[in-house]
């Protein structure tokens, strides 16, 4: 770490790469359709793979009879449950899955069997021809069934019914706080489940080559479109009981993943026992249908939340509950749990917290990571709970924010470390391009207007805000070793290859390492050649998720190519006869910072420097500071070594004859820190807000009968681009001081302040709380008859689940913590924020009573 902070850049910029908006290095093969994805693989001999799904969400296997499908013309392998018994999953506390099911299945779509055949028609043929005689299960579809009916248990191994996992903290005095509040609100909210719906399906080719000379028989290649491929080698090796350097995963490009492709999967494992049985390359590549069966997205959640405030807005107290839907499977879902109350605190300097989450398992598919990962349901929660505080107090909802922010260079509640923090300026940002005030001034007379014409469409703008991290503090499987690594050599003809195991999933991850490393080496990116998501080829990296490639990446690069660097400069200061720190790199010159025309370029240095020192090849690494989270359990899931941003306005129409609400634009400001190429950033967060508005609007996974109502896309509803609305972006520069050349994240936050903003707006147009999502013009219709024949905020009736029923469920053991008082980190804002100190409740007068104040209930 001490020589990591020693090669931090001595300044900012000016820069002659990063900060550039350029092209993407792999653009043209892209849009050409020159790029290879899984499905793009053909291989001699190869072989079409396939999985028998279960059509029961819950039903115990009696028994699998193969011998039809077995006996078919052109079929070379059956496998079952039975031929992959180890269970794999990609946390080591979720180890509850089998690539194929054993003993029962527990969603419609869970896999039983898989096939290798010699063409699509009869692979298809044979998995009908197999006969699986299933003895029904009562199916819990819900959080309350699943409450409900511990003695129908999911998985056996649960100690408590359904209940996957169960967590509660306490940092600070929360009694306190509450007592010191003049005002109390608590308010129920849902979040319902939605998929991620990438343009690519899943797909994967596995190759076995045989070796008779090997102790094992031979070496196992998988290509797949994976966000993980370091994960998805960890478990398709121990499944099969590979060892690690038998195997070899191989990411091609990938055709969107937003968290879907971040899991191992059992079509993964069963194409590489299909391919090692058969001794010939199998491909499985699934339906648009399977990837809605097999799911992975996001959480439904319940939510529960209490705030105390004092007259001003000035939070003295939180307490949130999380009830968490999470499907069959573990998959991410104890991460998932803790991030839906980790990061309130990152985002409000909260003086005492108390947060407690449940996951439980129901018989739906395994819900996991979806963009935001855990985090948009409590962003939606929190804001839209804030700006009804802000309405019963009469508060200015910008004012009651201002006073709650976060500071920068500090320390929360619950222990995480702030480093650059630039949330005010992006406040202040969107405010002033919406035109917030203005158009909050001449609400009277936009209205009269509207009357006049008779017109039934209400305008409104709603903002919120948000936090989001920049890659996860700690790895999946907890170790010292870096979480990013890169590799790069030098040839004597200039030439730079980059080896990196990060997957582009389409955020550009793959230009941005081009960016970094021809910006410290003062090159053109178009010399880079990149060679990434190999575990062979390419030093581990942990995966394309939490947002965490630009950062640690970007770090592990810059480290590599500052060696290089070195000792480039250390043979040209020779040749020039010239001190090293007399010299810059750039525009393919190492040359005198006094006179430019005392030079050498790239390919004399290169030549120079192996003559004298052999082949040149550095490697670098990353892995995130110790000291930014709490020494408690749980303390894990949360930290960051830095967290980026944003806030957001939204402009809504609603129509009170039909209850469509159409948002008109939205107003992004995100602090990525120094924008390594803003124009992906900007991408980014568009994509973001694109993604924010489906979710907010229409996107949602219904359940009938136990199966997946609409599993397709002519179903499923998602904005198309005559449905997404304008989007204006502001990007917001304050770099971070350990950020790779100041850059921050982009590709998750700027997701999560949109959902909430558009409910605020609607609210702020007809007078109406839509306290779910997605809010379709049902709930709207209904929400305006309900305000009609009884005036006042009407809010939808609460889940059936209250407080009270799951305070019996709750564990008794409760974790109090309380982070140790450290000096915070010199602000180089110099004292720009002016209110409290984390941890600290900001002056007041003597404390009221909270029945002073209007006592307006949530949905609680």
Not at 596 to 616: D, N
Request: neutral net charge.
């Amino acid at each position: 770490m001490d020589e990591w902070r020693r090669l931090q850049p001595r300044k900012a910029g000016p820069y002659k790469v990063v900060g550039k908006p350029l092209p993407k290095v792999d653009a043209y093969s892209t849009v050409t359709g020159r790029a290879i994805y899984a499905d793009d693989i053909i291989l001699p001999r190869m072989l079409y793979g396939g999985l028998l799904r279960s059509p029961h969400p819950h039903a115990r296997i009696i028994s699998i009879n193969t011998r039809r499908a077995r006996e078919l013309p052109g079929v070379l392998a059956v496998i079952t449950g039975e031929d992959l018994p180890r269970k794999y999953g990609i946390l080591p506390s979720s180890q509850d899955e089998t690539a194929l099911a054993i003993d029962k299945v527990r969603y419609v779509g869970d896999p039983v069997a898989a096939v290798a055949a010699v063409d699509p028609d009869t692979l298809e043929q044979a998995l009908s021809l197999i006969e699986v005689e299933y003895e029904v299960l009562p199916a819990l579809m819900s959080i309350e069934e699943a409450l409900a009916r511990p003695d129908v248990k999911i998985h056996e191994e649960t100690r408590n019914g359904n209940i996957h996992k169960a967590v509660s903290y306490e940092f600070g005095d929360i009694e306190a706080g509450f007592a010191a509040a003049d005002y109390v609100r608590e308010d129920w909210f849902y979040y319902e489940g939605n998929n991620h719906v990438p343009i690519e399906t899943h797909a994967c080719v596995a190759r076995w080559e045989p070796d008779p000379h090997n102790p094992i028989g031979g070496k196992l290649t998988l290509w797949s479109s994976t966000q993980t491929p370091h994960y998805v080698h960890r478990e398709v090796s121990k499944v099969l009981g590979i060892p690690p350097s038998h195997l070899r995963v191989i990411a091609p490009h990938v055709g969107g993943g937003f968290g879907g492709k971040s899991d191992p999967f059992s079509h993964e494992i069963c194409a590489c026992e299909l391919a090692r049985r058969t001794g010939r390359p199998v491909k499985i590549t699934c339906t648009r249908e399977e990837v809605f069966l097999i799911h992975r997205g996001r959480h439904p959640v319940k939510m529960w939340i209490k705030t105390g405030v004092k007259r001003d807005g000035t939070i003295t107290a939180m307490h949130f509950r999380s009830f968490l839907d999470g499907g069959a499977y573990g998959s991410y879902g104890v991460a998932t749990t803790y991030y839906t109350g980790a990061l309130q605190p990152v985002t409000y300097a909260l003086p005492a917290y108390k947060f407690e989450g449940m996951r439980v398992f129901t018989n739906k598919p395994p819900c996991g990571p979806k963009r935001g990962h855990g985090t948009p349901q409590p962003r939606f929660a929190v804001e839209v709970h804030l700006d009804k505080i802000a309405a019963d107090l009469g508060v200015d909802p910008i004012e009651l924010r201002k006073r709650n922010l976060v500071r920068p260079y500090s320390r929360t509640i619950n222990g995480l470390r702030i480093t650059s923090c630039a949330l005010e300026e992006c406040l202040d940002q969107v405010v002033a391009r919406s035109g917030w005030r203005e158009f909050h001034a001449a609400r009277l007379a936009r209205e009269a207007e509207a009357t006049r014409q008779s017109s039934p469409v209400r305008r409104g703008m709603g903002l919120a805000l948000s936090t989001y991290i920049c890659g996860a503090g700690k790895p999946i499987y907890w170790n010292d070793m870096p979480h990013s690594a890169v590799q790069i050599r030098l040839d004597r003809g200039g030439g730079v290859t980059v080896y990196c195991g990060a997957t582009d999933i389409g955020q550009g991850s793959t230009s941005v390492l081009a960016y970094i490393v021809a910006e410290e080496l003062g090159i053109e990116p178009e010399r880079i050649h990149l060679e990434t998501a190999d575990t062979t080829l390419t030093p581990v990296d942990l995966g394309s998720y939490s947002s965490r490639v630009t950062f640690m990446a970007g770090n592990a690069a810059i480290q590599a190519a500052r060696r290089l660097k070195e000792l480039l400069h250390s043979v040209a200061a020779e040749r020039l006869r010239l001190p090293p720190d007399r010299l810059e790199s750039g525009d393919g010159f190492i040359y005198c910072v006094d006179d430019p025309q005392v030079a050498l370029s790239f390919e004399q240095a290169v030549q120079l420097a192996e003559a004298r020192y052999g082949a040149l090849v550095a490697a670098g690494s990353y892995a995130p500071p110790e000291d930014i989270h709490g020494d408690f359990k749980g303390a894990g899931v949360g930290p960051s070594p830095a967290y980026s941003y944003s806030a957001c306005v939204a402009l809504v129409g609603v129509d009170i004859e039909t209850g469509e609400v159409k948002v008109e634009k939205l107003w992004l400001a995100h602090d990525v820190g120094q924008a390594i190429n803003p124009l992906l950033v900007a991408g980014q967060v568009e994509g973001s807000a694109y993604m924010g508005y489906g979710e907010a609007l229409m996107e949602q996974q219904i359940f009938r009968k136990g199966r997946h109502k609409i599993p397709s896309i002519l179903d499923y509803k998602i904005p198309t681009t005559l449905d997404t609305p304008e989007i204006e972006t502001i990007l917001v520069g304050r770099p971070d001081d350990e950020g790779p050349f100041g850059g921050k994240e982009a590709g998750q936050g700027p997701l999560l302040p949109v959902i909430p903003a558009i409910a605020n707006a609607i609210y702020n147009a007809v007078g109406i709380r839509i306290d779910e999502v997605p809010i379709t013009p049902d709930k709207v219709l209904r929400a305006l008859k309900a305000a009609r024949s009884e005036p006042g905020e009407r809010p939808l009736p609460p889940p059936r689940v209250t407080p009270i029923v799951l305070n019996e469920l709750w564990p008794a053991r409760l974790i109090r913590w309380s982070p140790e008082q450290r000096e915070p980190r010199p602000d180089p804002t110099n004292g720009h924020h002016q209110h409290p100190r984390q941890g600290e409740s900001a002056p007041h007068g003597a404390a009221s009573t909270s029945s002073q104040l209007p006592q307006k209930g949530g949905t609680a």
